[in-house]
């Protein structure tokens, strides 16, 4: 059983047929983004389209799941019930990903001492069996 | 010379009021109400609309609203597509476009927003106090483009606006050093400006930097003081010809140019949008579009008189500011700080009704109005001789702008 951060009561990802399968990889604790195969241009939210070459084909890349604070918010208002606070908000800009970032938490850390520049890791919240959240904290490992 | 020659004739609002305080009546009626001040200003009868205009999913919708007031005929209705506030100079354009291709002959922007009786935009719709659902939480089904976008940002708490904007500002504190007391001063420019406006919910509310560095922390960097209001009103603009502007009740306020749209893959923009370039992530992105709007009107940032910039927050200001170059990237620090907007001795009064801030929070088209009541010599903090102002709707989202000129 992994460690949980936030209670069930948090919004669940929405998702359509193209942006699924990134939930389904989160599932399995692993951390893609999509990639056309075409010009190899990285994407994520996923879409239908590649909006770089307009190729319809795409894969999905692995990633590492190590990257940097690119910006971050401090959160003191509760969207949910029973919402640890402060709660932190972060852009993560990810390694091996073609420059692509996701919104995220970061959790494990102290608010005062979150900065941008700061390298993260993932780490998977099951919220149930089926599903994971990955969000980040910080770590000293070489990137 | 400018390329159109639609006119604003007439502006109007219905009583502003934090949300909930309004009383007993419905958006719907506060829409109508607005409506009919502003073409009452105008010195038209509500016979002569024949076009209705809105923006951002307005739930009144157009076709209801020209049936209730009882319009002879309804020839345009058009609703801007984009989200949130950055549609409301759009809206004018779009009632401009229609006017001046014969489209229709007078149409009306309205908005009118009830955040008492909908939902508190600064919840973003959520209900901390609600029961858990007992069901485990699973991913659901996006019906939408817009929600499968936000399937990426809502799983992290991420809803809130005052979150989503804080982003570009921290990132623009870290690389170009700006301070809380730097977005403070926007706020507190803005009270003093709504302390002699009637209209204004906060006017008589006086604001110190020092209130706003002890106002409470909501998502790091903005304190409550650097948040717009949430407010309960409505309030309408009315575009017609030049031929048909200029005989009738107030000094017709010419539309300059007009411009909307978004850079390249900006989607929402902030709101949910982790992948916005690098170089126009601390802005407002809005750069593009400011130098669009300027050569149209063949008019520069040192033409502009009076400016009425959308202030959902106070970063947003400080970034639009040098997104339509009134100083340099990264100096929208201390070109606030150095009394700048201030209707007394700035050199760019901005938001002379208080703005967002400090007026009232309809989406914006409130700074339509002002803008026209500054060139009418009508503004509560006039500004003498202006003779160009520009308008600014949200930024951090795909936005829209005008050039209005005194005619």
Redesign the interface.
Known sequence: MSERFFPDSMPPPLANAITLPFWQAAAEHRLVVQRCTACGHTRLPPGPVCPECRSAEADWKELSGRGEIYTYTIVHRPIAAGQPLPTVIAIVALDDAGGVRMISNLVGVDPSEVAIGMPVEVVWEDMTAELAIPRFRVTEKPR | MSRTHAHIAGVGETRYARWGKIGVVTEYALAIQAIQNAVADAGLSIDDVDGLASFAEDRNEAVFVAAELGLPVLRFANMVWMPGGGGGCAAVANAAMAVETGQAEVVVVYRSLCQGQFFRFG??G?D??????PK???????GSPM??????????????A??AY???T??HM?LYGTTSAQLGSVAVTFREHASRNPRAVMGAKPMTLADHQAS???????RLFDCCLESDGACAVVVTTRERARDLAKRPVEILASEQGAP??YAFGHF?N??IADEL?ATGGTEALAKRLYAKAGLGPGDVDVAQIYDHFTGCVLMQLEDYGFCKRGEGGPFVESGALAWKGGSLPTNTHGGSLSEAYIHGLNHVVEGVRALRGESTSPVKDAEVCLVTSAACVPSSALLLGRR
Not at chain 2, 128 to 133: F, I
Not at chain 2, 136 to 142: C, E, F, I, N, R
Not at chain 2, 216 to 222: E, F, G, K, V
């Open positions: 919840t973003g959520m901390a106090s609600a029961p858990v659902d485990p939480p699973t991913v659901q089904q996006a929600l499968a976008s936000m399937g990426f940002a809502l799983p992290y708490g991420l809803i809130m005052a979150a804080a982003l570009p921290r990132r870290h409470p922390m909501i998502a790091d960097p903005h390249k893959g949910t982790a992948n992530y």
